[in-house]
């Protein structure tokens, strides 16, 4: 907006007062209703957050194992279930929709849409959370699902959150009674409307001349109308344009925002920088990528894994488990690996070929150096 001015101009500081901030805070008594998934994805650390772990999620690859006298077995064939889980989307999409719905819904419901001939799941189609009813009865809990009523529970897949309270087995978002999703909101809102309608005006014409209101409104309305038709604005003898900006950090939100962007990291585990989120002198510099990514995994991911595994243990055939391969995640760069393998190699606990298959490299014919077995 432009006003007009014949006065001198006073700066102004734009300051939150504590009825601005107390607005921002929603009150204790309501924060169970606040938490809106889908408005959440409105909130960019959010969508970083949530972003950050599907991608983990969907980049491991969960496979079927046998215990084989205490030795870890991979199951050949994979079982289908673990091979194309879907008829509708890829394995990494399936991963993904699954800890999408865990991380904002607090669940995943999957149906189970075929069988194999023994009774076991082979494909498994996830529900919209948002369609999806719970209710507890003496710790079982009773699904339906809009325009199917209630489902029995043996042809779902449910897999929970890590966030699951007792007496109440469906599982929690983590931003579920935090209130910082409708917080980070509401401070967007704030800015947002901060440059649009702000108190200080984007611009403001000087006159050295006394005018009326209707002279100083025909005056704005003609540069506003020169403006918009993206023509330079002719401002003639004894009038000065002046604009005024306002420093980012004087509003006072973008600090807001960053301190509830930390927090929403925090309440996933995840370090607060990974998302741009980080709190000046709190930042975390690790030695290298691969200690990143392990940090990362151990406080983000690997707690899931255990929930997913075991949950996905219930509908896996008896006498196999299931198990994600975090290696795929912590992939060194190439030096390291080759430094890994060649100490395996010496060691007598890994072989040429086996080194190659990591690398996806044909193995070596038995007649080459290293390609006996």
């Known amino acids: 907006m432009s006003v007009f001015r014949t006065a001198p101009r006073v700066e102004q500081r734009a300051n939150w007062n504590e009825q601005q901030v107390s607005q921002l805070i929603p009150r204790r008594d309501t924060v169970n209703d606040l938490h809106r998934p889908r408005q959440a994805l409105e909130v960019a650390a959010v969508v970083a957050c949530v972003g950050l772990r599907a991608g983990a999620f969907a980049q491991l690859p969960l496979k079927a194992y046998r215990d084989r006298a205490g030795v870890p077995e991979l199951v050949s064939p994979q079982p289908s279930l673990f091979a194309s889980p879907s008829d509708t989307v890829v394995p990494s999409v399936w991963k993904t929709q699954m800890s999408l719905s865990r991380d904002l819904w607090g669940f995943a419901l999957g149906q189970i849409t075929a069988f194999d001939a023994a009774m076991y799941p082979t494909k498994v189609t996830w529900l919209d959370p948002s369609l999806v009813s719970p209710t507890v009865h003496g710790g079982m809990i009773e699904w339906r699902v809009a325009g199917q009523g209630t489902i029995d529970g043996s042809t779902l897949l449910h897999v929970p959150s890590r966030w ?27 800015g947002r409307d901060w440059f649009r309608y702000g108190s200080v005006p984007s611009a403001i014409l000087y006159s050295d001349q006394a005018l009326t209101q209707e002279q100083a409104d025909g005056i704005v309305e003609r540069v506003l109308s020169k403006w918009r038709a993206r023509k330079p604005a002719v401002l003639g003898a004894g009038l000065r344009y002046e604009a005024q900006a306002v420093k980012a950090d004087e509003s006072q939100f973008l600090e807001t925002m960053t301190r509830v962007a930390h927090d929403i990291a925090i309440s996933f585990n995840l370090p607060p920088e990974k998302i741009g989120a980080a709190i000046s002198g709190s930042a975390v510099t690790y030695a290298n990528r691969e200690q990143n990514q392990t940090q990362f995994l151990i406080d983000s991911i690997n707690p899931d894994l255990v929930v997913i595994q075991e949950s996905m243990d219930r509908v896996t055939p008896r006498g196999m488990y299931a198990q994600f391969n975090t290696g795929a995640f912590l992939r060194s760069d190439l030096t390291t690996r080759y430094a890994a393998y060649e100490t395996g190699i010496r060691s007598g606990f890994l072989t040429v070929n086996e080194a190659r298959a990591h690398e996806e490299l044909a193995p070596l014919p038995t007649t080459a150096p290293g390609g006996a077995e």
């Open 164 to 190: 699951v309270m007792p007496g109440n087995p469906v599982g929690m978002c983590p931003l579920e009674v935090s209130g910082l999703v409708e917080l980070a909101r509401r401070a967007q809102d704030f």
